[in-house]
């Protein structure tokens, strides 16, 4: 289902955001107040100086996350995550079979490198005695790995990992991505939103005649050792909308509450919007680009329709207001902890 070569099919090196660059955006960030970076991939491990950078964030008490497919952790690379401060990681796992994780994943050894990422870090927190980073299981949920969904909690419990997310597939076909630039009047779908991702990954009907019962057996299974986000398109269980992997959406926020950064300085509203650049930090500061004409035409936009490329957004079917309010609670009260 996903890339079969991940270490090859990375992003150009070219031109992309230096070390130095990067922490002259942070700097920025912190002083205007930023409270929050979550690094996204690809796999963020690819970059050698992902730690550095994270490491430099946490000097400016910021909270920080990432999610990983757990490949290139090794003994060193364990440690090094450990030492950096970085408050939460997710690894990705798609299913407690190892065979079925592999097959999703496109490569063998993948559930192997997995498993033993979570170990490793684990260890490491035993020897340097600390609770961080929090690691949760990240699982996509598929046609694939529907019905073997309850067992990753008991993984979870053999890991002594706390919380699992599970979220819906996200597909954005072609005609999607045609409609949405269509009505926003330029191309503002730009690299890697694009999924190229089989429609027989949703779920079918045999699926969603199961829902009750899965989602009643995850719960059943994780109990209170295990917290198990089940994303929102789940619990609504509206038939229509999970076999078309099409969400019905009011409004969504994040372009009012966040920003992505490209690895190549672009700022855009959200990381599906990519192709809709609001300037470079390379050009001007990240406040000005904020509040600059391309920014707040994008809101004004949004505040009159979203595009059809929003029914298909994760962070949408997975329930952004709730999901943003957890988020703060959870880093403000790191940020206190810190502060003691
Ligand atoms: S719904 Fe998704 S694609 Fe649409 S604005 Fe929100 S985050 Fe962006």
């Known amino acids: 289902m996903w890339t079969k070569d991940f270490k090859t099919s990375r992003i150009k090196d070219n031109n992309i955001l230096s070390k130095c660059e990067i922490e002259g955006l942070i700097e920025e960030l912190y002083t205007i107040g930023i409270k929050?970076?979550?690094?996204?991939?690809?796999?963020?491990?690819?970059?050698?100086?992902?730690?550095?950078?994270?490491?430099?964030?946490?000097?400016?008490?910021?909270?920080?996350?990432t999610i990983s497919n757990g490949y290139l952790i090794n003994s060193d690379l364990a440690k090094q995550i450990v030492i950096s401060g970085i408050d939460?990681?997710?690894?990705?796992?798609?299913?407690?079979?190892?065979?079925?994780?592999?097959?999703i994943r496109g490569f063998e050894g993948a559930f192997d490198h997995a498993i033993e990422g979570i170990r490793l870090i684990k260890q490491k927190q035993k020897e340097y005695n600390t609770d961080f980073p929090e690691i949760f299981i990240n699982t996509t949920i598929s046609s694939k790995n529907f019905f073997?969904?309850?067992?990753?909690?008991?993984?979870?419990?053999?890991?002594?990992?706390?919380?699992?997310?599970f979220n819906y597939l996200s597909i954005v076909d072609h005609n999607t991505v045609k409609l949405t630039n269509q009505e926003m009047g330029e191309k503002i779908i730009g690299f890697h939103t694009f999924s190229d991702i089989s429609p027989e990954y949703l779920l079918q009907k045999e699926h969603i005649d199961q829902l009750e019962s899965v989602i009643e057996n995850i719960k059943k299974r994780g109990g209170s050792e295990i917290k198990c986000d089940l994303d929102q398109a789940l619990l609504s269980g509206n038939k229509d909308h999970l076999l078309k992997g099409k969400f019905s959406v009011?409004?969504?926020?994040?372009?009012?509450?966040?920003?992505?950064?490209?690895?190549?300085?672009?700022?855009?509203?959200?990381a599906m919007f990519t192709g809709y650049k609001m300037g470079n930090v390379r050009e001007m500061s990240f406040r000005k680009i904020w509040n600059n004409?391309?920014?707040?035409n994008m809101r004004r936009l949004l505040r009159k329709n979203l595009p059809p490329l929003c029914q298909k957004c994760c962070m949408v079917h997975r329930g952004t207001?709730?999901?943003w309010k957890r988020f703060y609670k959870k880093f403000l009260k790191r940020d206190s902890h810190d502060q003691r």
């Open 293 to 296: 004409k391309r920014a707040m």
């Open 321 to 323: 207001p709730s999901l």
């Open 250 to 270: 009011l409004r969504c926020n994040t372009p009012w509450l966040s920003a992505m950064i490209t690895p190549f300085g672009d700022v855009v509203p959200c």
């Open 36 to 65: 929050s970076i979550y690094f996204c991939g690809g796999e963020p491990f690819l970059r050698k100086d992902f730690l550095d950078i994270v490491k430099y964030c946490k000097s400016k008490g910021l909270y920080c996350s």
């Open 88 to 103: 939460s990681i997710g690894i990705s796992i798609d299913s407690a079979n190892k065979e079925l994780h592999d097959e």
């Open 148 to 165: 073997f969904l309850p067992a990753i909690t008991d993984l979870a419990k053999s890991l002594a990992v706390r919380r699992i997310n």
